[in-house]
């Protein structure tokens, strides 16, 4: 392969040299030039307004998926039954499924799931498949990888939507490369292109530093991970209606879905029972509560609002608290009625697991912090003074704002 430029079209504009990630693109008495840096990234030819630049040496092949058809979600089953993000999913699914002019469909794997499957039907669902077997009991991502490759083998939807949880991002992936297809993780953002009718799946990358769009060309299907909680659940029907009709039961053979894993047993971590997406109040602390035992300060105060305690990776790697209160982008996604951030810089990373929140108070001594750039709120001062002070008037019964 080789990146060619037309000397005719060409102004040196400089844009593709802005553009380029790996110095690969040199201008030199007003031409451009392509050093041995280059990847055949792209990303030059796409903000080129002159069409100057073309990658030559390969065809891109033409494949006819024209028996692909539909939207399909994963319905991921948890010992309450099917997951939140298994119906933020459907109800997302349903606005691709429209731009299209396709079915959306979903499919549930588990044991005993079927009440609860039937829910996704109140978000817009309009086919359900369902394999409900004691086969599934324990969550063994070997056996599901088959389930899943047999569904999809089967009914081709051209895009598959799954929630990127603990279980979603080690499932996934599997069934991905059995399928020999792309996979794009963690998105926040999915669209049709209007034309071209594929899924653009956006998602942040280089550390959350820009946002990427990823589009797959030649594989189907389509297959995409999602953050809980990134998506809007929205529930379309009120009334539960009869929906057998709607599910197809897929017969469970056990014979075919042996494996070579066996799981021993399930350790249960530190506060694993709180999810902090649960709560309208999350009161964070991160690098700037100096250890541990400031925390007790930020559990006061998330106690007298009801609320529960976050934290920030740095906080997290620091040992100061456990994982299952980490916000961010390697954490939970959250969306609150009240966020109150302490001692926390904003990295874009936890920026991207709370900025949806309805209400945002940021307290940091910093006061050119990321996150007063979010914030409904700014407090600058030290948080060792101002939390003291917000506690001592909520228990005086003032308003905190």
């Known amino acids: ?3 060619k430029i037309d000397k005719e ?50 065809a891109e092949e033409k494949k006819d998926f024209s028996d692909y058809s539909g939207v399909c979600v994963y319905l991921e089953a948890s010992v309450n039954g099917i997951s939140d993000v298994g119906f933020e999913l459907v109800s997302e699914g349903k606005k691709l499924a429209g731009r299209l002019g396709v079915q959306l469909s979903a499919v549930a794997i588990g044991s ?26 324990k969550n063994v991502d070997d056996i599901y990888a088959k389930a899943l490759v047999q569904i999809i083998s089967r009914y081709k939807p051209e895009i598959f939507l799954a929630g990127a949880t603990w ?8 069934v991905a490369a059995v399928l020999k297809t792309g996979l794009t993780a963690d998105c926040t953002k999915l669209e049709i292109d209007k034309e071209k009718k594929i899924l653009l799946q956006t998602r942040p990358t280089f ?23 990134v998506m809007e659940k929205k529930k379309i029907r009120e009334a539960k209606e009869d929906s057998r009709d709607k599910i197809e039961y897929i017969k469970v053979d056990e014979s075919k879905f042996k494996t070579k ?8 971590e530190q506060d694993e029972n709180i999810n902090i997406t649960d709560y309208d109040v999350v009161v964070s602390g991160g690098r700037g509560l100096s250890g541990s035992e400031k925390f007790s300060m ?35 996604t959250v969306n609150p009625k009240l966020y109150i951030a302490c001692g926390i810089s904003g990295a874009i990373q936890h920026l991207a697991g709370m900025q949806t929140s ?27 003074e101002v939390v003291p002070m917000l506690i001592k008037r909520i228990r005086s019964g003032k308003p905190l704002v």
Not at 360 to 365: D, E, G, L, M
Request: aromatic fraction near 8%; include cysteine.
């Open 1 to 3: 392969m080789e990146i």
């Open 261 to 268: 894993y066996k799981l021993i047993r399930t350790e249960k």
């Open 358 to 384: 309805d209400i945002i108070i940021a307290i940091n001594k910093d006061p050119d912090a990321p996150i007063f750039k979010v914030a409904n709120y700014g407090i600058v001062g030290d948080i060792f």
């Open 112 to 137: 005993g799931i079927e009440a609860s499957a039937k829910e996704a039907f109140k978000y817009g669902l309009e086919k359900l498949y369902l394999m409900d077997s004691v086969v599934f009991s």
């Open 167 to 174: 279980f979603g991002r080690t499932l996934i992936p599997k």
């Open 9 to 58: 079209t060409c102004t040196a504009c400089g844009l593709c040299k802005k553009a380029c990630l790996y110095d690969a693109i040199e201008i030199t008495d007003k031409r451009v030039s392509v050093n041995d840096n280059c990847v055949f990234c792209g990303a030059c030819i796409d903000v080129c307004k002159f069409n100057s630049i073309e990658i030559t040496g390969f």
């Open 207 to 229: 550390g959350g530093n820009i946002l990427a769009t990823i589009v797959t060309r030649n594989a189907r299907p389509q297959m995409a991970t999602v953050r809980p909680h």
């Open 298 to 332: 930020l559990a006061e105060l998330a106690d007298l609002l009801g609320g529960v305690l976050g934290a920030s990776r740095a906080a997290v790697d620091s040992g100061w608290i456990s994982y299952p209160h980490q916000v961010g982008q390697t954490g939970k």
